[in-house]
DNA sequence: AACCGTATACTCGTATACGAGAATCCACAT
DNA sequence: ATGTGGATTCTCGTATACGAGTATACGGTT
């Protein structure tokens, strides 16, 4: 949900959005893995900052779902149970086929190359955390021109506290390549304007990967 | 987007909470108008804490999407446009629809009992202030069965970003009457476990919103 | 009189400091 | 050996303090 609404405005970007950024890439690479601890004054240390900026940082990533702070106990990267795995999907799902949906018509040809060419980049992508980005970028580039700035943002939020997941998914199993057959599939039906196929091809791919990923063994709490 | 997931968990209410809370209410209740500057200092003062508390609740309403922060400009309650307006139904739309499509099997005697009630709460009750919430309420009533907290969480968000202009619509118009109508109609699909007819009435009952709204007279950017 | 530059005041972002609560570990008793 | 009680340590939440950037107001100049 970050930079909802008035995204155009240029701020200057503090150092807790930094921080904020750095964590996030590092929890959906898989770096900081869930479960794992966040203090406040390690993070402060590593990143030679006070803590303030740190604790500005983790709310900003509590309220993207990422990260679950309980006070006097601290924080930590936020665990997900096979059933918010299945709820974030089914989120993701009712969230991406409606932008799909109002997209597809107003997709220009660039963007729609642009789609293409981020495939083309996953294909020769052997770094595994990169893949999850270059995967979001594809799919929001799809989505691109759904007319609804919202909308948008909360597909984005979705993708960043789902990807680390799929991420797993992906290194561990050899499902890359359906993947990317099915993305393929979707950018073709773009491509012929076919918004009903695309969203049930979107559906598709969708509950291919919440399938795979329940069975891989769903991660549990503590 | 408020107590995502672990939800259940009783964490010790901080300071910085109890201060979102109170500035969630006093924006949603109209208290504070959108555009009004929230200053830390000021803030800090007339709840009798410092400043620190103040920023994490400020960082977390921002979140919320219900205030915007410059940094080094300061805080102000979000202004919306009549686009974002429009986002947000079209969101709400799509999200609630979905909630109750799933929800309305699995309602209870005793939560549609309760939704009963709170309407007649509402038919009852004079002050406007407190007719958002209890709409709220209403609302999240019928969706509450849907089984995905997520969902909820998400529905909840939009209802407090946008439950202060629909306030306004509300005490500018004579439209609480004819709002309630349809909520009735909604409550009594229901009842009759016409989760069809339900959604259908909810899209007309959120367009017909919107569209007083966006009549009413949209507000405009500074 | 209008405009521009400088100085002042204001507000935020960050750093440091302190106190409270929880978790842990050790000693002692059973 | 095991369980319980207490003290210590760790971490967080909040308060205070400082420095930087921006807006504003005033005075000088054209």
Known sequence: MRGLGEGLVQKPLTVAEQVANVLRE???????????????????????FSRMPVRDALRQLEAEGIVSIHP???????RMDATEIREIFAVRELLESEALRLSVPNLTREKLDEAGHVLNQIDAEPNVGRWGTLNRIFHLALYSACGNARLLGLIEA?????????????????????????????????????????????????????????????????
């Open 26 to 48: 590092s929890i959906a690479d898989g770096s900081l893995a869930a479960g794992t601890p966040l203090r406040q004054d390690d993070l402060a240390e590593r990143f030679g």
């Open 72 to 78: 006097t106990k601290g924080a930590h990267v936020a």
């Open 158 to 222: 979705h993708h960043n506290a789902a990807d680390r997941y799929v991420r797993i998914l992906l290194s561990s199993l050899n499902y890359r390549s359906q993947s990317q057959e099915e993305h393929r599939d979707l950018l073709t039906t773009c491509r012929h304007r076919d918004a009903a196929a695309a969203v049930r091809v979107l559906r598709k791919h969708l509950g291919d990967g919440m399938a795979t990923l329940a069975q891989a063994g769903p991660t549990r709490k503590p």
